[in-house]
């Protein structure tokens, strides 16, 4: 009993310590954004007719509607209520769309199989609403499309603000910290601070390509070095300045604010939102700190530090009223001033790069829902779990970045592009939250009406303000966020028709068996392996490509990788194999199943994986427990590597170069030799010498176990499995080219051809599913939708 405690208690220490790290780290990463806002806030409000303001009331109720927006949004809307509406731990407004995806019909992409909800992460513990009854609200959408389509939009929209906020936030951080100068050298005035913010802006750009890695560390302390400055700061200016300034914290100082300010002040009250930007981070980055590490950091640290902030500039402010266009800095102490701003420019730096990396996350979301165009994505293990860098949306970033900072060339105008930025992905939010309680928590609609009135309606207040700034930079973000709308928008539309003219023109299974074992062409030897969007049938792709030259491989595999409505997929469940036609046709499908979340890693050999799985399947099969039927007419399909001898069934060893021909046998296998000629060897040898891969891949050698099988049949058909292996496998690709039909409206051709030039000019598919270029064969189709 001793024992039991003692171990109890040791485990409970363990959990604090990963706890307590947990939310060491969050403070590097997820609070920046929101750390930087001192610099910036009352410099906002207190901006156009209101610069000059004479009056300490004024001050107060700036601080009171910074206090409560603070504890409103940030504390209650955020940290309480938000990070509990999480998709298996993550978060963010993709997450929320994909977990209403998964407990209605929203999708629009109609490549969802029944095998999809047997996923361990498909349904979340507890919350699976099978046998509850539909929610009205949730029959409406899925009986009207046009409901699912404002649906993506919206989450579309959100996901352009969230872009639009990576390029504006480091713009207003760095001209922020660096106006801060203007109290201390004369220089930095006028045109000198936008050059000087623009040369740090593309410093930073250029730093992501290397990651976080190697300054990740130093994270957390110059984010807390920087919070520690702020609260100090704060402090003393309470004592020194003005201590009655507490009395703010009530709410009665707001009625005064507006008494005092009258319209002035609902117009600058965007401002006031500018405090709580970054607080989307603390929910979108849920999944890789957690929810109590986060709230901890949160309440413990970030709130009071910023409380006690605001509380001392408002003091400040109360005594030196003509201070505010740089309060921040001329609130500083003399003796602290270049300590404070060093540490201030670090901590720019800091959040700014995390902001960045939140910007290619959701770019990554929003393309594995076929929401964006292909685009390269750079992972390593050596940085932080799921980090990407994505070259093409950087330097997009940076030049966005500069041109804001020099064509505004003011603070103050980039925040209010910055805040409707925000203010947009926040209101979201608070819609999808809303389908959110009733469709995933089985919450009654009048009470997610009442979460979505409350916070709505305060929203709201914010978005109005802001509808008086749209001509002295609200316009960026909306203009922007049209033309990334526009772009992902098309993408999906096209990659949706796309999708349903495979559909309509893909072979019947009868035409298939009509031609019998050898598909009516000479099976030479080899593995073919076809990639396909569908995820049932064979593409016409195939068929003209036979057409062209009829002669095919031996073993053909028809690959689809699809992305499923989940963060993750468990990588046991990844591979769904199964067969196309009777046994002798060769014919298999291997559906490769990613959530939204996945990072494709060019260190996984696909190609090896796949024909092990291929080997379980086929014995699996031959022992009658395939796994479960998927209701195509392709037969059933199995998750092999949940099974218990996987990984057994074939013995494999690494060669060291070219030697696959080679006929000697692993101890206990079967001799299997390829059937590739000498000089056809050579050759192959000689052109990967010429072109060799960027990513090596290990050879793998095959070998079949020298065991006795029940059914002949089905050690046939694995030597020959192996025996294609060994011959090379060939990767077959479309390279589709989609156009408009003549009779379609002006509307619909333009979404098309549009569609049509981004696929020509952005990512070739090989290079997201890492395809040797040396295997590639590409087929031409031409689509008319």
Request: hydrophobic fraction near 45%; glycine fraction near 6%.
């Amino acid at each position: 009993m001793a024992n039991e405690q003692c171990a109890g208690v040791v485990e409970h220490k363990s959990q604090c310590k990963a706890l307590l790290f947990l939310a060491y780290q969050s403070l590097g990463f997820l609070f920046g954004d929101l750390s930087l806002s001192p610099l910036y806030v009352y410099q906002s409000i207190f901006s156009g007719k209101l610069k000059h303001v004479q009056n300490e009331d004024a001050i107060f109720g700036a601080f009171s509607l910074i206090f409560w927006t603070l504890s409103l949004i940030s504390l209650l809307k955020y940290a309480v209520i938000m990070l509990c509406a999480d998709d298996n731990g993550e978060g963010g407004i993709v997450a929320l769309y994909s977990h209403l995806c998964r407990n209605a019909k929203f999708c629009l992409l109609p490549n969802h199989q029944a095998s999809d909800e047997e996923l361990s992460t498909y349904h979340k513990p507890g919350c699976s609403n099978r046998n509850l009854p539909s929610s009205p609200l949730k029959r409406f959408i899925e009986k009207h499309k046009n409901t699912k389509i404002a649906l993506l939009i919206l989450v579309l929209l959100g996901a352009c603000m969230l872009i639009c906020a990576g390029a504006l936030m480091p713009a207003i951080s760095v001209l922020s910290s660096v106006e801060g100068l203007k109290i201390k050298a004369k220089i930095a005035k006028n045109s000198m601070v936008p050059l000087i913010s623009c040369v740090l802006l593309i410093g930073l750009f250029v730093m992501q390509h290397r990651g976080s890695h190697m300054i990740a560390f130093t994270f957390p302390p110059i984010l807390i070095l920087w919070l520690l400055s702020i609260f100090m700061i704060g402090l003393y200016n309470i004592i020194k300045w003005n201590p009655r300034v507490y009395q703010a914290l009530s709410p009665y100082y707001i009625y005064k604010f507006f008494w005092v300010t009258g319209k002035d002040g609902w117009a600058n009250l965007g401002g006031v939102f500018l405090c709580v930007t970054g607080t989307e981070a603390m929910f979108a980055d849920l999944g890789y700190y957690r929810q109590v590490p986060i709230r901890v950091a949160f309440c413990c640290v970030i709130y009071p530090c910023l409380v006690l902030q605001y509380m001392g500039q408002a003091a400040f402010l109360s005594k030196n009223l003509s201070a505010v266009p740089v309060s921040f800095y001329a609130s500083i102490p003399d003796f602290l001033f270049w300590p404070v701003f060093v540490v201030g420019a670090s901590a720019v730096i800091v959040a700014s790069q995390a902001v960045i990396s939140e910007t290619f996350s959701i770019v990554q979301q929003c393309q594995a829902f076929e929401c964006f165009p292909r685009v390269k994505a750079v992972h390593s293990r050596r940085w932080i779990r799921g980090q990407t860098y994505i070259p093409e949306i950087n330097w997009i970033l940076l030049i966005i970045s500069l041109v804001v900072t020099i064509g505004l060339g003011d603070a103050n105008h980039i925040g209010y592009a910055y805040g409707i930025a925000y203010l947009i992905v926040v209101f979201v939010t608070t819609l999808l939250t809303l389908l959110f309680i009733n469709l995933v928590w089985n919450q009654s609609i009048i009470v997610a009406l009442a979460f979505a009135l409350f916070f709505g309606l305060i929203e709201f207040l914010f978005l109005s303000s802001y509808c008086t700034k749209i001509l002295k930079g609200g316009w960026v973000p909306l203009l922007l966020s049209a033309v990334f709308m526009v772009v992902m928008y098309v993408w999906h539309y096209g990659s949706r028709k796309k999708y349903l003219f495979d559909m309509h023109n893909k072979v019947s299974m009868k035409s298939i068996l009509t031609l019998g074992p050898s598909l009516g062409i000479v099976r030479v030897p080899g593995m073919g392996l076809i990639y396909t969007e569908l995820a049932t049938g064979v593409p016409a792709s195939f068929t003209h490509f036979l057409t062209n030259l009829p002669a095919f491989y031996q073993v053909v595999v028809f690959v689809c990788v699809k992305t499923v409505p989940v963060p993750c997929v468990p990588h046991e469940e990844r591979y769904l194999i199964g067969r196309i036609g009777p046994k002798s046709y060769r014919l298999y499908r291997c559906i490769v199943r990613n959530g939204y979340k996945d990072v494709y890693s060019h260190e996984i050999d696909f190609e090896n994986d796949l024909v092990m799985s291929i080997a379980e399947f086929i014995q699996l099969e031959a022992e009658g427990c395939s796994g479960n039927t998927d209701g195509t007419v392709d037969g059933r399909m199995a998750v092999v590597r949940t099974s218990g001898k996987f990984g057994t069934r074939l013995l494999m060893s690494e060669s060291a170069g070219f030697d696959e021909g080679s006929s000697t046998s692993l101890p206990g296998a079967l001799t299997v030799t390829s059937s590739k000629s000498p000089t056809l060897k050579k050759l192959q040898a000689m052109y990967e010498q010429e072109a060799p891969e960027p990513n090596t891949r290990r050879r793998i050698r095959f070998e079949l176990l020298n065991i006795i099988y029940k059914d002949p049949r089905v050690k046939e058909e694995l030597m020959e499995l192996v025996e294609a292996k060994r011959a090379g496998a060939s990767y077959v690709i479309g390279h589709s080219h989609v156009k408009a039909k003549w009779n379609s409206s002006f509307v619909k051709k333009f979404a098309v051809n549009l569609y049509s030039f981004l696929r020509k000019n952005c990512r070739s598919p090989a290079v997201g599913l890492n395809i040797p270029q040396i295997c590639l064969i590409k087929v031409g189709m031409n689509y008319h939708v």
